[in-house]
């Protein structure tokens, strides 16, 4: 796993009460570990913020800014994007919970230098549904940008992207 590229993660947060810790948790037990995660804080007004910031000192990977007011999840994976590292950026809710080979799924995708977007399946626990599929398929750009912007098809809406680095 020492040839998969390295993936930043952008995480907007904002008043996420005890949902971060878990989601964090996900990230830090991956089967692929060459990441950086980017904790943009939007100003919550509950303990999101320690909690970042309790990350951040433990894993020299979590870095941390922390927007004085509130600007909305855009601006957050925004000043991710711009800072990050990563040859892949991937989104994450701060609710999210990954499966333990999320990022190497992602990453393995992109060995391929040809894929500029690889998406994974997600299940809603609360509807208690799952994709079930765990291979890959080539979907044509038309069908992925229909499928994104309509909620559904053959494409799934959690995308990773190749930075343009």
């Given at each position: ?34 990441f ?42 925004n000043?991710a994007i ?9 989104f ?7 499966e ?14 040809t894929v ?12 208690g ?35 343009s680095?």
């Open positions: 796993m020492a040839d998969l590229p390295m993936i930043t993660i952008s995480i907007p947060t904002y008043n996420l009460g005890s949902y971060l810790n878990k989601t964090l948790e996900s990230i830090l037990h991956q089967t692929d570990q060459n950086e995660i980017w904790l943009v804080d939007d100003a919550s007004t509950d303990k999101t913020a320690d909690t970042v910031a309790q990350f951040e000192q433990a894993d020299p990977r979590i870095h941390a800014h922390y927007f004085d007011t509130h600007q909305g999840v855009s601006k957050a994976r000043y711009e800072h990050a590292k990563g040859e892949i950026i991937v994450v809710d701060g609710d999210d919970l990954l333990p080979n999320y990022l190497e799924v992602i990453a393995t995708g992109f060995t391929d230098p500029d977007l690889v998406g994974v399946g997600y299940t809603w626990g609360w509807r549904g799952q994709s079930g599929r765990h291979d890959f398929t080539e979907i044509s750009k038309t069908n992925a940008y229909a499928s994104i912007n309509h909620r559904g098809g053959d494409f799934g809406v959690i995308p990773g992207i190749r930075g680095r």
